[in-house]
Nanobody
Framework: QVQLVESGGGLVQAGGSLRLSCAAS????????????MGWYRQAPGKQRELVAV???????NYADSVKGRFTIPRDNAKNAVYLQMNSLKPEDTAVYYC???????????WGQGTQVTVSS
């Protein structure tokens, strides 16, 4: 089993910043983590879960159009961690944010428990 623990959510005013953290532990070695794609997703009330940002093992990134230029997704392989730096936050960014890991050739992926981000106008 792989555990993902997220932290860093909270309440912030529009225009502010937050940094989410996600640390992986359990049956995943550092070498496997380095080869894994990591992602952040979010789910707002009454809406489907959507991709926010992903980072591949090679450091390549992909962002939802709605967050491009405002969010970044750095990873720290030495800490088995991935982050989501969120700047210029908007009320429409309010959601529960989930961390995801896809180890290569495992045929499955894993989710964190989610962390609430609320942006007030």
């Amino acid at each position: 089993q792989v555990q993902l623990v997220e932290s860093g959510g909270g309440l912030v005013q529009a225009g502010g910043s937050l940094r989410l953290s996600c640390a992986a532990s359990g049956s995943i070695s550092g070498s496997i983590f380095r080869l894994s794609a990591m992602g952040w997703y979010r789910q707002a009330p009454g809406k489907q879960r959507e991709l926010v940002a992903v980072i591949g093992s090679d450091g390549s990134t992909n962002y939802a159009d709605s967050v491009k230029g405002r969010f970044t997704i750095p990873r720290d392989n030495a800490k088995n961690a991935v982050y989501l730096q969120m700047n210029s936050l908007k009320p429409e960014d309010t959601a529960v944010y989930y961390c995801n890991i896809k180890p290569p050739r495992w045929g499955t992926d894993y989710w964190g428990q989610g962390t609430q981000v609320t942006v007030s106008s």
